[in-house]
């Protein structure tokens, strides 16, 4: 299963409450920080709210 790579690129200051929770839920908490995640619809879904807000890319 592939795997995606979130960069967090903007605050999340004065953003809407559940766009906060999201970011908490995926695990970025400051500008520049990166998590690995797996490639799932959750996961996606997640990333749609905060489009915004992060970068993705696919790591092998």
Not at 20 to 48: A, N, Y
Request: net charge positive; no cysteine; glycine share 4%.
């Amino acid at each position: 299963m592939s795997q995606l790579k979130i960069t967090q690129i903007k605050s999340r200051i004065s953003e809407k409450q559940n766009q906060r929770d999201t970011l908490r839920t995926l695990g970025l908490r400051k500008i520049g920080q990166s998590v690995v995640r797996e490639d799932s619809q959750q996961v996606r879904g997640m990333i749609r709210t905060v489009a915004h807000l992060v970068a993705v890319e696919e790591v092998d």
